[in-house]
Structures are given as structure tokens and as C-alpha cells.
């Protein structure tokens, strides 16, 4: 009942705090303006990432422990919006939000966090703040990539930070549990406002706020007793936004369109997960929907693997791998036909 409680009380602020940011972001004209590469084609409120933000703040708050817990997560993510915020208003640099990011994930690494599975060693650890930054920076970014469609990025959060509640509630993980479900809480709050007609987007400090509060949810579980579980795991919940990144990253590489970090980060172009989806003929709530079911159809594949063996888990991930490249397949040849055709 507390659970259910705080996941209420976060849902309710999100919603009723929305529309007042909505409301700052055009007196500010704090806008998303449309242009060649995007799909919406009105100038759009940006600030929903701040009321996420309030929600979870307000439901962490009243479990003072649980806040003293995450508060290395919190402080890296709140870092990570404060520069999404202003990047925003103003539009830094790549090199600079790289730059912060960074910041963002050493301050948390500070904390204690971060991946643990290499020998206690130099090199070893050395080796996990490496993959810990790599983990968290991609995730973090991932999440903002998503965010091209309404309801998208939010929608797969939300989800995503549900099946990490709900194995940490059936390992006796409180405080986990709890934060997963204020984060899945505030993501659904503001699912409405950004369906709607006079919608509201996340803006880079939602998306990429979201994506670190995932990484580093990910990173203090103990998902599984197997340690090649406990890996695969988040891979699988988080498989949707990891499958975007790759699968852009590859092709764009391979299209000579970025070359180093920076480019990555500072590309945008119409050819995600989503984007491909919609080529394919499928309309924008269509193509949201389908990425829904493929997120829970592998967050329940998380679930049922968590308790498994090793090779269990590697089966899975291998199963998860050849579906995604089914559908990579799919929409690459598609998007060949369609150009030639055109």
C-alpha cells in the first residue's frame, strides 16, 4: 500500500505541475521548433522534463533512507538536466554536455556506484569505471534519442523502471523498489501531456534525466544470484533504447555521417527506431505501441531470466539479439526499396 501510495502522490504532482510549466516554457518561448529533421510540426513547449523531475524529488522525500541511498544517482542526474535545461534555452555544444555528463557519472562513481564484476585490482578497477561511464552516458543519451515522438521516450521509462520494481520487490529490495516506482510514477504523469494536441515535450533535460536515473538504477540492483545474469538483466529491460543507439550508431558510421564522440552526440537525423517504423507505413501511435510491446515482451523476459543460470541468461540475450536483427533487417532493406522506388 505504501508503494501504491507514493506512485499515486508522484503521478498526481507530474500531471498537475505540467501544464504550469507548459504555460512558463511559452511565455519564455522556451520552444522545440520544428525543422527538416523532425517530425512535429509546431513550435512545442519543452520544460515536461522538470515536472518529472518535481515528481521524483516530491516521492523521494518522504523516505529520508531511501534519499540517502540514491543520492549519488541523484545529484549525477540532476547535473545531467541542469545542463540539459540550459541546453534548452540556449543549445551548448556537444563537447560541453559531454563534459558535464561526464562529471555527472565520475560524481557517482564517487558514491560507490558503479558496475562491479572485474577483479579487485588496478586494472580491474579501472576497467568498471570505464565501463560504468561507457554504460551510463549511453544509456543516458539513448533515452534522449528516443525522444522524437510523443510518448515515446516517457512511455519506454516508465515501463522499463516498472520491471526494475518488480524484480526488486520480489528480491526484498526496498529502496529500489521504491525509487523504480516514484520514477515509472512521474514518467506515466506526464505520458498524458505529451499525447495531447496542446502537448508539452521532456526536452533534453527530461529525456536525458530519465536515462541517467535508469543507468543508475540498473547499476545498484542486485538483479539475479548469477553474476552473468545480474548483467543481463538490465540489458534486457533497457534492450529497446540499447538497440536504437547500436543500430543508428552503426549506420551512421557506416554512411560516413559521424566519425568521433562529439558527432555522435551532435547528429540528429530521422533515422531511429521509430523513424524506420514509420517508413515502414506505420502511423506515429502505431510505431510507439510496437517499441511498447517489444520493451514488455523483454521486460518479461528479464523477470522470468532473473532467476535462472548462466547460460540462461545468455540465451536470452542471444534471443533478444536475433529479434532485433530481424527487425534491423526489416527496416534497412525497406528504407533501400523506398528510395529506390522513389
Given at each position: 500500500?505504501?508503494?501504491?501510495?507514493?506512485?499515486?502522490?508522484?503521478?498526481?504532482?507530474?500531471?498537475?505541475?505540467?501544464?504550469?510549466?507548459?504555460?512558463?516554457?511559452?511565455?519564455?518561448?522556451?520552444?522545440?521548433?520544428?525543422?527538416?529533421?523532425?517530425?512535429?510540426?509546431e513550435?512545442?513547449?519543452?520544460?515536461?522534463?522538470?515536472?518529472?523531475?518535481?515528481?521524483?524529488?516530491?516521492?523521494?522525500?518522504?523516505?529520508?533512507?531511501?534519499?540517502?541511498?540514491?543520492?549519488?544517482?541523484?545529484?549525477?542526474a540532476?547535473i545531467?538536466?541542469?545542463?540539459?535545461?540550459?541546453?534548452?534555452?540556449?543549445?551548448?555544444?556537444?563537447?560541453?554536455?559531454?563534459?558535464?555528463?561526464?562529471?555527472?557519472?565520475?560524481?557517482?562513481?564517487?558514491?560507490?556506484?558503479?558496475i562491479?564484476?572485474?577483479?579487485?585490482?588496478?586494472?580491474?578497477?579501472?576497467?568498471?569505471?570505464?565501463?560504468?561511464?561507457?554504460w551510463t552516458?549511453?544509456?543516458?543519451?539513448?533515452?534522449?534519442?528516443?525522444?522524437?515522438?510523443?510518448?515515446?521516450?516517457?512511455?519506454?521509462?516508465?515501463?522499463?523502471?516498472?520491471?526494475?520494481?518488480?524484480?526488486?520487490?520480489?528480491?526484498?529490495?526496498?529502496?529500489?523498489?521504491?525509487?523504480?516506482?516514484?520514477?515509472?510514477?512521474?514518467?506515466?504523469?506526464?505520458?498524458?501531456?505529451?499525447?495531447?494536441?496542446?502537448?508539452?515535450?521532456?526536452?533534453?533535460?527530461?529525456?536525458?534525466?530519465?536515462?541517467?536515473?535508469?543507468?543508475?538504477?540498473?547499476?545498484?540492483?542486485?538483479?539475479?544470484?548469477?553474476?552473468?545474469?545480474?548483467?543481463?538483466?538490465?540489458?534486457?529491460?533497457?534492450?529497446?533504447?540499447?538497440?536504437?543507439?547500436?543500430?543508428?550508431?552503426?549506420?551512421?558510421?557506416?554512411?560516413?555521417?559521424?566519425?568521433?564522440?562529439?558527432?555522435?552526440?551532435?547528429?540528429?537525423?530521422?533515422?531511429?527506431?521509430?523513424?524506420?517504423l514509420?517508413?515502414?507505413?506505420?502511423?506515429?501511435?502505431?510505431?510507439?505501441?510496437?517499441?511498447?510491446?517489444?520493451?514488455?515482451?523483454?521486460?518479461?523476459?528479464?523477470?522470468?531470466?532473473?532467476?535462472?543460470?548462466?547460460?540462461?541468461?545468455?540465451?536470452?540475450?542471444?534471443?533478444?539479439?536475433?529479434?532485433?536483427?530481424?527487425?534491423?533487417?526489416?527496416?534497412?532493406?525497406?528504407?533501400?526499396?523506398?528510395?529506390?522506388?522513389?
Amino acid at each position: 500500500m505504501p508503494l501504491l501510495l507514493s506512485a499515486l502522490y508522484c503521478f498526481v504532482i507530474v500531471f498537475l505541475v505540467t501544464p504550469l510549466l507548459k504555460i512558463l516554457a511559452l511565455k519564455f518561448s522556451i520552444l522545440d521548433i520544428p525543422n527538416a529533421r523532425k517530425i512535429h510540426t509546431e513550435p512545442t513547449p519543452l520544460l515536461g522534463g522538470l515536472a518529472v523531475y518535481a515528481g521524483v524529488i516530491f516521492g523521494l522525500m518522504f523516505d529520508f533512507a531511501n534519499l540517502q541511498f540514491i543520492s549519488g544517482i541523484l545529484i549525477g542526474a540532476t547535473i545531467v538536466l541542469v545542463i540539459g535545461l540550459i541546453d534548452d534555452i540556449i543549445k551548448l555544444s556537444a563537447k560541453v554536455r559531454i563534459i558535464f555528463q561526464v562529471l555527472a557519472v565520475l560524481i557517482m562513481i564517487r558514491f560507490g556506484i558503479r558496475i562491479s564484476f572485474l577483479p579487485n585490482n588496478f586494472w580491474g578497477n579501472i576497467g568498471e569505471i570505464i565501463l560504468t561511464l561507457i554504460w551510463t552516458i549511453g544509456i543516458t543519451n539513448a533515452l534522449n534519442y528516443l525522444d522524437g515522438i510523443d510518448g515515446l521516450s516517457a512511455g519506454i521509462a516508465g515501463i522499463s523502471a516498472l520491471i526494475f520494481a518488480i524484480i526488486a520487490f520480489q528480491t526484498h529490495q526496498s529502496a529500489i523498489t521504491l525509487t523504480s516506482i516514484i520514477l515509472a510514477a512521474s514518467c506515466l504523469g506526464f505520458l498524458p501531456h505529451n499525447f495531447k494536441r496542446g502537448k508539452i515535450f521532456l526536452g533534453d533535460a527530461g529525456s536525458t534525466f530519465i536515462g541517467f536515473m535508469l543507468a543508475g538504477i540498473s547499476l545498484i540492483g542486485n538483479w539475479a544470484e548469477d553474476n552473468v545474469v545480474k548483467l543481463v538483466v538490465p540489458i534486457l529491460i533497457l534492450g529497446v533504447p540499447i538497440f536504437d543507439m547500436v543500430l543508428t550508431t552503426i549506420m551512421r558510421i557506416k554512411e560516413d555521417k559521424i566519425s568521433t564522440v562529439i558527432e555522435w552526440l551532435q547528429y540528429e537525423g530521422k533515422d531511429h527506431f521509430h523513424h524506420r517504423l514509420i517508413d515502414l507505413g506505420l502511423r506515429p501511435l502505431g510505431a510507439v505501441l510496437f517499441i511498447y510491446f517489444i520493451n514488455i515482451s523483454f521486460g518479461i523476459s528479464a523477470i522470468t531470466v532473473s532467476n535462472d543460470r548462466a547460460i540462461l541468461g545468455l540465451l536470452s540475450i542471444l534471443q533478444a539479439a536475433i529479434i532485433f536483427a530481424g527487425i534491423a533487417v526489416l527496416m534497412i532493406t525497406s528504407r533501400r526499396s523506398s528510395k529506390i522506388t522513389h
